[in-house]
């Protein structure tokens, strides 16, 4: 089965695009720094990221910006992830954390009408307004992926699950640039401890942003590969895996947690 997780698009040489096919979300997110080489599959041989290896205790970050304790995240950076006065402070332990609220919407409580639309702007996280039956008709259309939009409505882009799009009179499907944003995943502001402790992301088919993550324990078990680590290492938890390097696999309620080292310097795993 061919997996649709986020696509990261890289033109080589010779003019061709290669598309990466490993989730890569978690590095986007965090402001990571691509390095210069693609390996077979289109993908970045590994990312640069001092916000993981040298994470300080006094110190939150959040997509790639670092913050003091007593300082607030600016709204229009968290507004589009639904949550709000995020603040980083110090924890009783004297290490830094955020504090923050998830956004409730009004849609959230109210039934869906019948024959009505929601409309959503870039960086909100709510509903702007509601149009419904024969407004509708008034209201521009768009077409995405062989389905037809309103004015105002969210799109999703087949086999992209990290790129939002906005239907509006601008709208083009064979150029996204002006009407899509790219999602940014939160782990950094509720799961900070799953990053400091060495866990690896896992990711879930169709959907964005890491969906758990598997934290390091005494039973893991690495299953070598052929590399002799000249390709690269990834840390997981007190464990050193080379690129082509795996975790034996484990299994949960929700499936089973395929991870590899692929793309350093962090083990990422699938749920199949």
């Known amino acids: 089965m061919r997996r649709s997780f986020a696509l990261l698009v890289i033109t080589c040489c010779a003019g061709a695009a290669l598309a990466c096919n490993q989730p890569i979300r978690h590095y986007i997110s965090m402001g990571c720094t691509p390095s210069g080489q693609r390996n077979a599959e ?98 521009t259309k768009c077409s995405l992926g062989g389905h037809t939009y309103y004015e105002g409505e969210k799109m999703q882009v087949p086999g992209d699950p990290c790129r939002s799009c906005y239907c509006d009179a601008g709208f083009d499907e064979k150029n996204l640039e002006g009407s899509c944003v790219e999602q940014k995943c939160s782990f950094e502001i509720y799961a900070v401890d799953k990053l400091q402790a060495g866990a690896a992301p896992v990711y879930k088919d169709g959907i964005c942003c890491p969906w758990d993550w598997r934290m ?4 893991a078990k690495i299953v070598r590969g052929s590399s002799s680590g000249s390709q690269g290492q990834c840390k997981f938890g007190d464990l050193t895996l080379n690129v082509g390097d795996s975790l034996e696999p484990l299994q949960d309620p929700q499936g089973t947690h395929q991870c590899e080292c692929a793309i350093p310097p962090l083990v990422h795993c699938k749920l199949v």
């Open 216 to 219: 390091p324990s005494e039973s």
């Open 42 to 139: 289109g993908c970045p041989v590994s990312y640069d990221c001092p916000n993981v290896v040298g994470r300080r205790s006094d110190k939150c970050y959040l997509f790639g910006k670092s913050y003091a304790i007593g300082e607030k995240v600016p709204d229009d950076e968290t507004s589009p992830i639904c949550t709000a006065l995020v603040n980083c402070v110090e924890d009783v332990d004297k290490s830094a954390k955020f504090i923050y609220a998830h956004v409730d919407c009004a849609e959230f409580f109210r039934p869906w009408k019948e024959g009505c639309i929601r409309q959503y702007a870039a960086g909100r996280c709510c509903s702007t307004g509601e149009v419904c039956d024969a407004d509708k008709d008034k209201l």
